[in-house]
């Protein structure tokens, strides 16, 4: 199929091609990076699918401007986050390694936000795009200690020992890390109202997080040695760059002002999986729009290492202005 040719088929045979074609894909390529197999596999499937159908279902668009055309949110935005995952502590052999679980907060709980500023240029239907994202959240009364890596027993193994819940009396983590993405990619529809791009970039995340745990006994070995301590703390952080893939764009309702944006990538790198997903509504005005969407952040790198299926998802309100 030459490119920039409309695909003629119905959107029925476009979709089931396209399941088909990325089914195929994932299981020979992400089956091994994707731990939860059955139903996240699915859905990340389908949602490659309805992609690759957008892209086979319109024709490419014709540059609207030989000007460059900008749009910018100059003052930051909140982000009410709602925080959830697992914590994997690796500490060196001859201790032990908590493994510790948050949330899902409360996003009502307004110690936990992120300030959101992006940022976006666009010249004869090529457009490259950016934001940056900074993270401070705490989770101090919906986290605990779910189990300890044992090195002290048998020194160069590791020996899962789980924790319960009546063991803690309180575990409380706070984060703070920095979301960096930037995108370039193409706009495969452009009219008035509904817009299509694709697009492929980098987001780079560092964090640094802090757990201390109270539990009402230490965790021991069988003959007695400590593997945790009743009370503690530990400090980890990790930089991680990942490459990504997606679409992003506009749909429009009617033919007035409102529209339903909309945001997908998926990628890897540093981490095993990571993916980012945006919806809401806006309504356009001569200077801009204003916008309120949902979004979620979700991360998960190898089973040794730090992020565990963590994620970062809440409400949003925010402005942009194009010049």
């Known amino acids: 199929m030459p490119y920039g040719i409309t695909y003629r088929h119905s959107r029925t045979t476009a979709y089931d091609f396209g399941l088909k074609k990325v089914e195929n894909w994932v299981n020979s390529n992400w089956k091994s990076r994707i731990k939860p197999v059955g139903k996240k596999m699915r859905i990340f499937s389908v949602i490659l699918a309805l992609v690759f159908a957008l892209s086979c279902g319109v024709a490419l668009a014709e540059p609207r401007s030989d000007k460059w055309q900008y749009q910018l949110t100059p003052f930051p935005y909140a982000w009410l986050l709602v925080i959830e995952g697992n914590l994997k502590y690796n500490l060196p052999p001859g201790s032990g390694s908590p493994n510790i679980s948050i949330g899902p907060t409360d996003w009502l709980d307004f110690s936990n936000f992120g300030g959101v500023v992006s940022g976006s240029a666009r010249k004869r239907g090529f ?111 990790t930089d991680l760059w990942d490459g990504i893939v997606g679409i992003r764009g506009h749909l429009g309702i009617g033919a007035g002002l409102w529209s339903v944006p909309y945001y997908f990538d998926v990628g890897t790198g540093s981490s095993q999986l990571t993916w980012n997903a945006m919806a809401g509504l806006a309504y356009t005005f001569k200077w801009g729009e204003i916008f309120a969407v949902y979004r979620h952040l979700e991360y998960d790198q190898n089973s040794d290492s730090l992020l565990q299926d963590f994620s970062f998802s809440g409400p949003t309100l925010g402005a942009s202005f194009d010049f």
């Open 127 to 237: 457009a490259i795009f950016s934001d940056l994202v900074v993270l401070r959240t705490s989770s101090n009364n919906n986290g605990r200690v779910v189990s300890v890596e044992d090195t002290v027993t048998i020194p160069g193994t590791r020996t899962t020992i789980p924790v319960s819940a009546a063991l803690n009396l309180n575990t409380q983590t706070e984060l703070d890390g920095i979301v960096w993405m930037l995108a370039g990619g193409y706009a495969l529809k452009e009219p008035d109202t509904t817009t299509l791009d694709v697009f492929a970039g980098l987001r780079f995340f560092a964090v640094d997080v802090e757990s201390n745990w109270n539990l009402t006994a230490a965790i021991t070995t069988p003959g007695g040695e400590v593997v945790l301590p009743a009370q503690g703390s530990i400090k980890r952080g």
